[in-house]
């Protein structure tokens, strides 16, 4: 109790924020309806809760979004185009697949790096270069190319969140590769172990706090990835195509229902990976 | 044998080798057509004499480099190239490979200093990227279109030098630089704020690590509708982007101060204000600047995303988008690549100051890990 | 003065040797020119001692036995390990190694930290089960199998490494400075009970530690180094029984041969180039 209590005042403080940014940032264009329908003397509780009611307001009301999620995903059909829960899919199955590619190549590459010096010198550098790059900036236009030479759907989205991805775990796994201290790696040299033992009785087990304290940055911006990979192509559907036509459209209401199944879904996500993690952990032996 | 090879560095002079022979028998009726290139074979062939007398480890290097040379030199405008160049760009690569081993044990067993001569390998690799790119997309005749050669996008990146620049400074210095400035001051301040009462610290913690892990770029078509099609909206982005991790990181980093060196200031009598300047601001300074660079790289990303929801007629962003629309995608290469500069030297501008600021933390002192 | 105490030492053999080093010289090479860690250490380590190494920071006695356990390459002279060279003893698991801290896997329950050497060097599940409940029993930790070492007193921690280290019947007993993190209330305890794990194995035990009592309490064989160049500068041979109540270290017996060793640490810090 004493941990939600502050989170949920905090959470409470924004939500009165927003009704009150709702009011003020909608008024404008309220006074203008109002003054249209000569409708003067408006007292402000009324006044208010028109602003919370407009159809493309400048920022929406926390319910309006709120009920606009519950009737494109509840109260729609799945396969219908307008189903956020349709687009939500596709967003997941790219960020899914991406991040279990960006995982798996991730430890290779750190397996790799670890084991040979060569590798170490020439790899690792550029690994770090690469993400200075805003790839996810280009990430559109990836895609783009990708459909050019007959990649479509699922896998040219997927490639970027494996991009994205993979960074954290190979520098989390290096990390957690080589944190076995030489007193530990010089027993296992007294007990003659192979290198096979050592990596699997010492180094891949000391490694996984690291795997999946990596693997929750991976997973959220392979999220972050899929969706923004969408913004190329408005027909192939997904979160991120939510975004664009809801911009293109001015339906403000819809952009924020897009943005909050996404962030609904990072959540989950994280949570899931946390939820692995403290399982792993648990079996492992962790400080409860 | 020679024992001095391991078996990972005699299977790559084997396949160099190989590699060279079968490509100088597979280019034997037009050998008249490329001497380079056959001089290239002919030596890697000989490379072979490694296994019965000492070989330089620079000799691999220098191969694997007439090689490059060669294979870019004799590389035919506008058609595949034969099917024996590839032979050639395998065995180049082999040497390159085989040359990184041999250097780097050659470092490893302290034959040769570590500083110098370690940036080679990365910049090899580097070169053997370029290298391999060139020739592939040149070789192979891969459409422009799809994927242009290094040396087009560079043609590109020197014809258009004023129009990149305007791009850069609408993009870079309006909405990256001002944007990156108010979200970390703001997320500084705000965590300094919260910082002094343990509530407030409970409550915007989890929430602020919630918010980091969000697609926050997705709030850009929203932001371009308040604050308009011009730089404001893109700055806007970046502040979004970019508070919550400094958010984060400096309370983490306000914490990270010992018991005992906050004692020691309590013994002094000292201040709330004095103890935040003298141990705890000092003592965040690593987590502040891991937020730094964080935001570095997160901000140019969201400045140029922003700019694909509307901007006016010029950006990087816009750039980026409409090349694509337009297929002048050697343009849209040369846009990443500046992209990809102003991203890394931005980032190094960062990790700089912090090596001048923390100098005293084990991560820098320690260098390399 | 120390050579002709090795050479008695050698004429005394009774036992068959289990470690032989022959000017044994290790140095290290590093940035500021070399370290000479071991120079001209010449040592026999007869089946069934318990041979402790004294000596300031620096004299090498634990790279010596880094040296025994081939965790380090001598440089010139020679060693042998039950008739064999150090590889090869390490190949064929001739000993169990106790390090200053007790580098136990937190991952790992007790038992299982215990099973490690035993699944690394193929040992059938119900031999290792044997083996982790007798050598528990021997460190007396029975109970503790389930427990994490963090569940741990430090002083448990390292008895559970000891018991990894007995646990797949190495006759030698490779231990460097393994109580020194330890308080003396618990060192004492440490220490009485090893004289008596010693006794009841019939082990060859060598312990590196910089405390005198320690190591007059534990040992048949003191041998004394000193630094700048790590060599060996008096072997004093006890004269004290197998069987040792903690109160012997207040007979002028113990304290006779304490200050022995205490002399041989201070004439090795005196010693000036008149060596070789």
């Not at chain 2, 709330?272 to 937020?291: C, D, E, S």
């Not at chain 3, 530690?209 to 180094?225: C, D, F, G, N, R």
Request: aromatic share 10%; with cysteine.
């Amino acid at each position: 109790m004493t941990r939600i209590l502050p989170v949920l005042t905090i959470l409470l403080a924004i939500l009165l924020f927003w009704y009150a940014m709702a009011v003020h940032m909608n008024a404008p264009w309220q006074t203008t309806l109002n003054t249209r329908a000569d409708l003067t003397e408006v007292p402000f509780t009324t006044f208010a809760q028109q602003t919370w009611a407009q159809d493309k307001p400048v920022l929406p009301a926390p319910h309006q979004v709120i009920t606009e999620i519950w009737n494109a995903t509840v109260a729609l059909e799945l396969s219908s185009k307008r189903s956020l829960a349709y687009h939500g899919w596709i967003t997941l199955s790219a960020t899914l697949l991406g991040f279990a590619f960006g995982t798996a190549l991730g430890v290779l590459l750190a397996v790799a790096i670890i084991h040979n010096d060569a590798s170490d010198r020439s790899l690792m550098p550029w690994i770090i270069a690469s993400q200075t790059i805003p790839i996810l900036a280009v990430a559109p236009m990836v895609v783009v190319g990708l459909g050019a030479v007959g990649l479509t759907g699922l896998v040219p989205k997927a490639l970027i969140s494996m991009y994205l991805s993979f960074f954290p775990v190979v520098v989390g796994m290096v990390k957690g590769l080589r944190s076995p201290e030489n007193i530990q790696l010089d027993l296992m040299r007294t007990y003659d172990a192979s290198p096979w033992q050592v990596f699997w009785k010492l180094r891949w087990p000391a490694a996984m706090p690291f795997l999946f304290a990596s693997m929750k940055v991976g997973i959220a911006i392979s999220l972050i990835g899929a969706v923004v990979a969408e913004l190329s192509n408005a027909s192939g559907g997904g979160l991120g195509v939510r975004l664009l036509t809801g911009s293109y459209n001015g339906q403000t209401v819809q952009i924020w229902a897009a943005l909050f199944i996404a962030a609904g879904l990072a959540a989950i996500l994280v949570a899931l990976v946390g939820s692995a993690e403290r399982l792993v952990n648990r079996r492992m032996g962790a400080r409860a | 044998m020679r024992s001095d090879l391991s078996s990972l560095q005699l299977y790559l002079a084997l396949v160099a080798a190989g590699t060279g022979l079968a490509g100088l028998l597979a280019g034997l009726p037009t050998l008249g057509a490329a001497p380079l290139l056959t001089a290239f074979y002919a030596l890697a062939t000989l490379s072979l004499a490694r296994l019965v007398m000492p070989w330089s480890l620079w000799l691999d290097l220098l191969l694997a480099l007439l090689g490059a040379v060669a294979l870019i030199a004799s590389l035919p405008p506008g058609a595949a190239m034969p099917l024996h160049h590839w032979l050639a760009l395998f065995s180049a690569w082999a040497l390159a490979w085989l040359f990184v081993e041999r250097l780097s044990a050659a470092i490893r067993r302290g034959r040769l200093p570590e500083t110098g001569i370690g940036l080679i390998i990365p910049v090899l690799f580097g070169l053997a990227l370029l290298v391999i790119w060139e020739v592939v997309t040149r070789g192979a005749n891969v459409p422009p279109v799809l994927l242009p050669p290094p040396s087009a996008i560079w043609a590109r990146l020197t014809a258009e030098v004023p129009l990149l620049w305007a791009d850069f400074v609408q993009t870079f210095i309006k909405s990256v630089i001002p944007g990156y400035i108010i979200g970390c001051l703001a997320g500084l301040a705000v965590a300094i704020a919260v910082d002094r009462s343990p509530f407030l610290k409970a409550g915007v913690m989890p929430i602020g690590n919630f918010m980091s892990a969000l697609p926050i770029i997705g709030i850009a078509p929203i932001m371009v509708m308040w604050f308009g099609f011009d730089w404001q909206s893109k700055a806007a982005v970046v502040v979004a982007m970019t508070f919550f991790p400094m958010l984060v990181n400096t309370v983490a980093g306000l914490n990270a101060a010992s018991a005992i060196e906050r004692d020691l200031m309590t013994t002094y009598a000292a201040s709330y204000w004095q103890t935040l300047m003298k141990l705890r601001l000092p003592a965040a300074g690593p987590f502040i600047f891991n937020a730094l660079k964080i935001n570095s790289t997160l901000a140019l990303i969201g400045a140029i995303v922003a700019e694909f929801f509307g901007t006016p007629v010029v950006g990087m962003g816009f750039r980026i988008s409409t090349g694509v629309g337009r297929l002048a995608i050697d343009l849209v290469w040369a846009e990443i690549a500046v992209a990809a500069v102003a991203g890394s030297a931005f980032y190094a501008g960062v990790a700089l100051v912090e090596r001048a600021v923390t100098f005293w933390h084990p991560s820098v002192r320690g260098g390399r890990a | 003065m120390s050579d002709t105490v090795i050479e008695t030492s050698f004429a005394k053999d009774t036992g068959p040797a289990v470690v032989r080093a022959e000017h044994l010289g290790l140095t290290f090479p590093t940035g500021d020119g070399d370290v000479v860690a071991l120079s001209d250490v010449n040592l026999t380590i007869n089946k069934g001692d318990f041979v402790s190494f004294i000596g300031p920071s620096g004299c090498g006695k634990t790279t010596f036995l880094r040296t025994i356990a081939d965790l380090e390459k001598p440089t010139s002279g020679t060693l042998t390990i039950n008739g064999m060279s150090a590889e090869e003893a390490r190949r064929a698991r001739a000993y169990g190694y106790v390090f200053q801290a007790p580098a136990l896997y937190p991952w790992r329950t007790i038992e299982k930290n215990i099973a490690l050497p035993l699944e690394i060097m193929g040992y059938a599940p119900a031999q290792q089960a044997e083996r982790i409940k007798r050598t528990m029993d021997l460190v007396n930790l029975s109970g503790f199998e389930k427990k994490y070492p963090w569940q741990l007193s430090g002083g448990m921690q390292q008895r559970a490494s000891i018991a990894r280290a007995l646990a797949f019947d190495a006759d030698l007993l490779l231990m460097d400075e393994p109580f020194g993190a330890l308080d003396e209330i618990v060192r004492d305890h440490l220490n009485s009970e090893l004289l008596k794990l010693w006794d009841r194995t019939q082990k060859t035990i060598c312990f590196v530690t910089h405390s005198i009592p320690e190591a007059v309490y534990l040992s048949t064989k003191i041998v004394v180094m000193s630094p700048r160049p790590g060599r060996v500068t008096d072997v004093i041979e006890s004269t004290l029984p197998r069987e040792r109540p903690l109160d012997i270290r207040e007979t002028p017996e113990f304290l006779a041969i304490a200050a022995r060793v205490r002399d041989g640490l201070r004439a090795g810090h005196s010693y000036d180039g008149e060596h070789v």
